[in-house]
């Protein structure tokens, strides 16, 4: 049973590019959230998508954007990247909406602004 | 609004020793509650969570926490100390309507030989 894949791994962007993250949840979900975790810090909540709606969103500008596919998989993009958005971005999934229910994380992917 | 205070960014204790990583949450609802352990250069990996019950909360590689109401703690423990302990926790809560987990700034834990 596959958990969260995430690509890619790793990937360096020049300041003012836009980047694209892909997420596919653990076999089973159909909830995906991102974080963004800066070096040194707690991950930090981003948005997360339900059938296919964003359903809630953290203090993040609206440069960053997904979307959630019907096989439940997700991308994240960023638009306009700034050097502060240098950070490794977890994709995590679980089952419905269930604030106890089990959150799986990915591996991450780590973005290089430069 | 909900919130998680990890005292003491870095713990450093012996081999063999109790292993004791400081987790203090706000919530205005029930919150649940759960531990994550980050090794270098990877993901997040679940130790435990609280939801209902048992106060006394049991999770993998010997870690344990204790849900006290009174005190808003969550308190990470594990009797003995091994090398392979050596890692990042976080402590994260989320309780409510607010689905997602907020975490805290992590405890990074060294294991001395």
């Known amino acids: 049973d596959a958990g969260v894949t995430q690509s890619p791994t790793h990937l360096i962007k020049t300041r003012g590019q836009q980047v694209t993250l892909r997420c596919s949840p653990k076999s089973g979900h159909d909830t995906v959230s991102w974080y963004q975790q800066a070096l040194g810090q707690g991950p930090q909540f981003i948005f997360q998508?339900?059938?296919?709606?964003?359903?809630q969103r953290g203090n993040f500008p609206d440069r960053f954007s997904g979307h959630q596919f019907p096989n439940y998989s997700s991308e994240l993009n960023v638009n306009a990247l700034l050097l502060g958005d240098s950070a490794l971005y977890l994709c995590?999934?679980?089952?419905?909406?269930?604030?106890?229910?089990?959150?799986?994380f990915g591996e991450g992917s780590w973005l290089t602004v430069v | 609004a909900q919130s998680v205070t990890q005292l003491g960014s870095h713990v450093s204790v012996s081999e063999g020793a109790l292993v004791l990583l400081r987790c203090n949450y706000s919530s205005s609802v029930p919150p649940y509650l759960f531990w994550y352990v980050q090794y270098p250069n990877q993901g997040l990996q679940l130790l435990l969570k609280?939801?209902?019950?048992?106060?006394l909360v049991k999770g993998i590689n010997g870690f344990e926490a204790e849900f006290k109401k009174s005190e808003t703690s969550f308190h990470l423990t594990k009797p003995s100390a091994h090398m392979s302990d050596a890692a990042e926790y976080f402590c994260?809560?989320?309780?409510?309507?607010?689905?997602?987990?907020?975490f805290g700034s992590g405890t990074q834990l060294t294991v001395l030989p």
């Open positions: 609280y939801t209902t019950g048992a106060t």
């Open positions: 995590a999934s679980s089952q419905q909406l269930y604030s106890g229910n089990t959150i799986y």
């Open positions: 994260a809560v989320s309780s409510g309507s607010a689905r997602q987990l907020t």
């Open positions: 998508y339900y059938e296919e709606e964003e359903r």
